[in-house]
């Protein structure tokens, strides 16, 4: 099993900045992607970035240019830096991983943190 801690969130003002981390531990054999997931109320799940293995990194339109997704693969964390935060970006931030563990070293599966709240007032 692979668990995720995240931390990072809170109450910002527009305009504001926050960087949100997320470290994963557990039977971990590799990790193939990491990301960050949104979700504001009455919408759905939405990717905000994602980074792969190899470095790829993939964002969502509503936050290119104002976010930046980063990796340390020595201590298995993911960031997410946001700048220039709007009110829109008032979301559930979700932590996701897709890895393999130890225990089933050919198959990836997908982990979920338990969401830290960020608000930005305007």
């Known amino acids: 099993q692979v668990q995720l801690v995240e931390s990072g969130g809170g109450l910002v003002q527009a305009g504001g900045s926050l960087t949100l981390s997320c470290a994963a531990s557990g039977s971990i054999f590799n990790i193939n992607t990491m990301g960050w997931y949104r979700q504001a109320p009455g919408k759905q799940r939405e990717l905000v970035a994602a980074v792969t293995a190899d470095d790829s990194t993939d964002y969502a339109d509503s936050v290119k240019g104002r976010a930046t997704i980063s990796k340390n693969n020595a201590k298995n964390t993911v960031y997410l830096q946001m700048n220039s935060l709007k009110p829109e970006d008032t979301a559930v931030y979700y932590c996701?991983?897709?890895?393999?563990?130890?225990?089933?070293?050919?198959?990836?599966?997908?982990?979920w943190g338990q969401g830290t709240q960020v608000i930005v007032s305007s």
């Open positions: 996701y991983v897709r890895a393999a563990t130890s225990t089933t070293p050919l198959y990836q599966y997908d982990y």
